[in-house]
């Protein structure tokens, strides 16, 4: 059964700061990895989508990495605004087709100005 | 804005009523999903609708009913829920990809958080 962890589960950063938040998964037979953010009480916004034969993806600010061998993936924030402030969840989707994406609990990151 | 609709927002229901949450989404996907997100626990996968087509049930109590009626509209129908029901519900579309390949992004409505008391 895969599960997936995120490391730490609360964070809180003065702005400017660089920061990385860590995602683990047990089962390395991965499809592919994704990062959402969620503000309080709304939905999930999709951030960044990693296939398992790619090693990272960039969205502005937002990098993300995946070691699948290893089962980790990191989101890199760069100077962090109070903006960024949310819940970001990591999502890896098996590798057999199929629907299901296991979540992680998530971290709630506070960026203060 | 997503492009996935959810209605209502906010729903406080007794233990005896019967409601129906609503979700739409305008992106032309081809698959729908509800979620149960529940306090400190991670998102949990209630059911998945691919073509209109029921193809996944991820052993939820049958006092939640999923129901959909074209590729746009998704509706989960409550009776008799319990007060442990109480979480954010929510709704996502992806487009469906050829056989034997994974789906892709979810794109996820902003929730209906629901109450029971």
């Known amino acids: 059964k895969q599960e997936v962890t995120q490391i730490p589960a609360a964070l809180s950063v003065p702005e400017g700061e660089n920061l990385v938040l860590n995602c683990s998964f047990t089962d390395s037979a991965i499809y592919n990895l994704q990062w959402f953010r969620q503000d309080p009480g709304k939905g999930l916004t999709s951030l960044l989508l990693?296939?398992?034969?790619?090693r990272e993806q960039t969205s502005g600010r937002l990098n993300a990495s995946l070691d699948k061998s290893s089962g980790r993936s990191t989101l890199y924030i760069a100077a962090s605004q109070p903006g960024d402030s949310a819940t970001y969840l990591c999502a890896v989707r098996r590798e057999t087709s199929g629907s299901r994406l296991t979540f992680g609990e998530g971290t709630q990151l506070t960026v203060n100005p | 804005e997503t492009g996935v609709t959810q209605t209502p927002r906010h729903l406080v229901m007794g233990m005896t009523n019967k409601k129906s949450l609503k979700c739409e989404q305008h992106l032309g996907h081809n698959a729908m999903y509800w979620y149960k997100q529940s306090a400190k626990k991670p998102l949990e996968l209630m059911f998945v609708y691919s073509l209109e087509e029921r193809v996944e049930n991820n052993s939820v109590p049958s006092r939640f009913s999923p129901e959909c009626p074209n590729s746009s509209h998704l509706f989960l129908h409550l009776h008799t829920l319990q007060p442990e029901d109480s979480a954010l519900y929510l709704c996502a579309s992806s487009q469906d990809p050829p056989m034997g390949q994974a789906r892709e992004k979810l794109f996820f409505g902003s929730g209906t958080q629901l109450s029971v008391l």
């Open positions: 990693i296939q398992s034969s790619q």
